[in-house]
């Protein structure tokens, strides 16, 4: 018999199949580790920065990338980990490509997770968290550089039209930086429903 860390990985599971499976191939699952898998390597195909060239951004469109759901998962002190495997230069990546994904709630699922991960690398502003960067250099530079972001406008989910929640995202923004505006995202129910295979942290206890 199931216990409930196996039902939501396999929630998961499902989940992100679908949402591959109706990325018109900008997200694809390469690989997975688990039954139900705990482990995933993920491609994404959007455009990201890869490194600087003095001061011009070097760009890439394919990127690899891993994620470990550690044994307490979904516990709220047990996040998601994330390490990219092809290289990206950005504010929340450390030199050693574990990524900063910022606050992390049980209530996230895998694909909300994994879509607000595509957002992040492509280097949405309301990502940014300039009191906690993991690479410093590229904070700066990307303060300096706002009308080249977003670098890329993949949404991973076909045509439906899916808004991150804002408790997911990074919680501070760019500071006193001028605001641009950003055009209406309607609201929809959300990549994760709620239903019958959805498994929180509570339902573990």
Not at 47 to 75: C, F, H, M, Q, W
Not at 83 to 101: G, S
Request: overall charge negative.
């Amino acid at each position: 018999m199931c216990n409930a860390r196996d039902l939501r990985l396999q929630s998961d599971f499902d989940n992100l199949r679908r949402l591959a499976a109706n990325s018109g191939g900008t997200l694809a699952i390469e690989q997975t580790k688990g039954s139900p898998p705990d482990q995933y390597t993920l491609l994404y195909r959007c455009r990201t920065i890869e490194r600087l060239d003095g001061s011009t951004p070097v760009y890439r469109s394919v990127n690899r990338v891993e994620i470990k759901l550690p044994a307490r998962y979904p516990a709220p002190f047990d996040a998601p980990k994330v390490r990219m495997l092809t290289p990206v230069w950005h504010p929340h990546v450390y030199k050693n490509l574990v990524v900063c994904m910022g606050d992390w709630t049980t209530s996230e699922y895998l694909d909300a997770f994994v879509l607000r991960l595509g957002a992040l690398l492509q280097f949405e502003r309301e990502f940014f968290d300039i009191r906690d960067p993991a690479n410093e250099e590229a904070i700066d530079w990307a303060r300096r550089n706002l009308l080249l972001f977003p670098t890329d406008t993949c949404t991973f989910h076909g045509d439906r039209p899916i808004q991150i929640s804002p408790q997911s995202a990074m919680h501070t923004t760019m500071g006193t930086l001028p605001a641009i505006e950003e055009p209406a995202i309607e609201d929809h129910p959300g990549p994760s429903n709620v239903g019958s295979d959805f498994v929180l942290w509570e339902d573990l206890n």
